[in-house]
């Protein structure tokens, strides 16, 4: 699954505390409460990996950069969406 075919089916939300944050809940304070206090199959964590960054199933805390919360729920199965490739400029 490809990053748009992701965000088709599973809906991420808007960040309503910071409206300039688009869709990525920062990893402290007031966002940080309002990502534990959802369904952990509707969270998802934006990951610095080598080869880009990915959106992960789930609530992760090593590489993390942001989170993001869905509409619809993961299975509770690991997945794993390429988001951006580094050194991709061709």
């Known amino acids: 699954m490809n990053y748009e075919q992701w965000e088709e ?3 991420p939300i808007l960040n ?4 300039n944050q688009f869709i990525l809940f920062e990893t402290y304070g007031d966002e940080l409460e309002f990502i534990k206090r959802q369904n952990p199959n509707n969270v998802w964590t934006l990951i610095d990996g080598d080869e880009g ?3 992960s199933s ?3 805390l090593v590489n993390r950069i942001s989170y993001i919360v ?6 509770g199965e690991f997945i794993d ?3 951006m490739v580094y050194g991709d400029e061709e």
């Open 9 to 11: 089916k599973y809906k």
């Open 81 to 83: 969406v390429l988001d």
């Open 70 to 75: 869905t509409e619809h729920p993961h299975n």
């Open 16 to 19: 309503h505390i910071d409206p």
């Open 53 to 55: 960054t990915y959106v």
């Open 58 to 60: 789930g609530f992760h």
